[in-house]
């Protein structure tokens, strides 16, 4: 029988398959289609100090094999979260919980980890790095190895739940952060965030997106993805968690074959709300005709065999 199980450091999942914060909401549109308990784990929407309302509109744009979204961290806020989403969530879900948080400052993103801290709604806390930092000239805290170690090191300093980094893709060297966040303390990471682009609307001349740009995502990332997670596979001994353009059985395998222990599954929820049922359900019969029987031994295979 095909063991779908792996482990993200000390918390086991029964299947890799988590979806990715930002495109499963805090999970309740889901559960009216089907068992939640099917996942992995589920990571939910990404969270911030205090409520946004987001980007104005228009804030999604669709590209050829993928889609742009300029959303803006729309959110209730932490404490909205706290007392009511990660509660109802339980009612559905029994799973290791990924509670993402943004922050626009250092101190906000350690005031949201003391907050998810103390709540026994959240299992994993995923450090959303691709935010501005507003008392560093604006630049992103993803952009740089000291800032992103400031962000590590100032979270994990709060908190006793295991903290997973999400690295943005838009960096000259991201083994270098990857490092960075390693050395700060980081238990682990996700990669990749979304690629920054564009569309212009041909008739008006003029950026689709009222934010000019914005992440792009879906299957047209994959290629970049399962490169960076194998460059920071090579650079780190954390567990990796692999995220963008995967949207099949497959895309899951070759993921962790690049050095990812889970994967997260991000914009193919928005095509087909069953995506996540479907691969976890195709994963065997995969398998089956690849010759696995264990999953949690794929992770960094590649890497094995490229060597020889």
Not at 2 to 31: H, M, T
Request: charged share 20%.
């Amino acid at each position: 029988m095909a063991d779908l199980s792996v482990s993200l450091g000390r918390v086991r999942l029964k299947n890799p398959v988590i979806p990715a914060s930002g495109c499963f909401g805090y999970g309740a549109e889901f559960a009216a289609l089907y068992d939640l308990n099917l996942l992995g784990a589920l990571a939910v929407k990404g969270t911030t100090a205090e409520p946004r309302f987001g980007n104005p509109s228009p804030r999604i744009a669709e590209c050829p094999s993928g889609m742009l979204n300029a959303v803006g961290l729309q959110n209730p806020g932490i404490d909205a979260v706290v007392s009511g989403e990660l509660p109802r969530l339980r009612e559905t879900f029994g799973g290791p919980v990924i509670a993402n948080i943004s922050g626009f400052s250092v101190a906000e993103y350690v005031s949201c980890c003391e907050k998810l801290n103390r709540t026994p709604g959240a299992d994993l806390i995923e450090i959303n790095i691709s935010c501005p930092n507003v008392h560093g000239g604006g630049m992103s805290f993803g952009a740089s190895p000291r800032a992103a170690a400031q962000v590590t090191r100032a979270v994990k300093s709060v908190s006793e739940k295991p903290v997973f980094v999400k690295l943005s893709p838009n960096v000259s060297d991201i083994s270098e952060i990857a490092k960075a966040c390693e050395d700060a303390g980081a238990d682990g990471l996700t990669l990749i965030n979304t690629l920054l682009g564009m569309r212009i609307d041909l008739k008006t001349r003029k950026p689709i997106l009222a934010n000019l740009t914005g992440g792009l995502s879906g299957p047209a990332v994959l290629p970049v993805a399962l490169r960076m997670v194998w460059q920071v596979y090579e650079a780190v001994r954390i567990p990796i968690i692999g995220c963008g353009g995967v949207s099949s059985a497959e895309d899951v395998i070759e993921m962790l074959l690049a050095g990812a222990s889970a994967v997260e599954i991000g914009s193919a929820n928005l095509r087909d709300p069953y995506a996540c049922k479907k691969i976890i359900e195709a994963l065997p019969a995969v398998m089956a005709r690849l010759d696995i029987e264990k999953l949690g031994d794929l992770t960094g295979g590649a890497h094995k065999c490229h060597m020889m």
